[in-house]
């Protein structure tokens, strides 16, 4: 099991910035995807951002979701295995519980782990 553990969380006034952190430890196998979900009370957990890599090794594909595109950057260190996610003009409705993840690759089978989730509060 991989552990997942977040860091950077905190309360910034909106159009604020604010970088999340996450280490991934305790596999050999290869992490492939590293990113980031936040979630809402009441609502589902929904996708920030992610890397896929090329066997965790190197850099991959970058995906955003909307409303993250153009705000937010998210980076991997593919030798620490850590993940960052630098938010920047932040607005109310990011508020939000940030989970990072990682998925590692385990023959032809997928394996998730999560952290235990940061709380990011955009408020005035």
């Known amino acids: 099991q991989v552990k997942v553990v977040e860091s950077g969380g905190g309360l910034v006034q909106p159009g604020g910035s604010l970088t999340l952190s996450c280490a991934a430890s305790?596999?050999?196998?290869?992490?492939?995807?590293m990113g980031w979900y936040r979630q809402v009370p009441g609502s589902q957990r929904e996708l920030v951002a992610r890397l896929i890599s090329d066997g965790g090794r190197s850099a991959g594909i970058v995906e955003y979701a909307g409303s993250a595109e153009g705000r937010f950057t998210i980076s991997r260190d593919y030798v620490k295995n850590t993940v960052t996610l630098v938010m920047s003009r932040l607005e109310t409705e990011d508020t939000a519980v940030y989970y990072c993840?990682?998925?590692?690759?385990?023959?032809?089978?997928?394996?998730?782990?999560w952290g235990q989730g940061t709380q990011v509060i955009v408020s005035a």
């Open positions: 305790g596999t050999d196998d290869d992490i492939w995807i």
């Open positions: 993840y990682a998925d590692i690759k385990q023959g032809s089978s997928w394996a998730r782990s």
